[in-house]
């Protein structure tokens, strides 16, 4: 069974920054798209930042929520099974606990989830 292991979570203050690693325990099958996702208490669980790293032209693509547009950038690292999450000018409204999602397989697909890092931003 994968397991995703995250790290990097922690308190800062408000224009802080913050950075997660995400490490899957092993590669079965082909991984399609690394993701960061974020649910803060009573919300529901939303898309932060995807990176495809699949497909001979969409490789490498990234697309972000509005909210962290220009303050957040997901990398995938040079071992194949990670993947980052640099966080810049974190805001309050930041808060949540953040959870890694890598989604593998061909033709059928799986997901995979971390445990979640908690990230507390204070005013």
């Known amino acids: 069974q994968v397991q995703l292991v995250e790290s990097g979570g922690g308190l800062v203050q408000a224009g802080g920054s913050l950075r997660l690693s995400c490490a899957a325990s092993e590669i079965i099958f082909r991984i399609n798209t690394m993701a960061w996702y974020r649910q803060a208490p009573g919300k529901q669980r939303d898309l932060v930042a995807v990176i495809t790293t699949s497909g001979i032209t969409t490789s490498g693509s990234t697309n972000y929520a509005d909210s962290v547009k220009g303050r957040f950038t997901i990398s995938r690292g040079n071992a194949k099974n990670t993947v980052y999450l640099q966080m810049n000018s974190l805001k309050p409204e930041d808060t949540a606990v953040y959870y890694c999602?890598?989604?593998?397989?061909?033709?059928?697909?799986?997901?995979?989830w971390g445990q979640g890092t908690q990230v507390t931003v204070s005013s």
């Open positions: 999602n890598m989604r593998m397989g061909y033709p059928l697909e799986y997901d995979y």
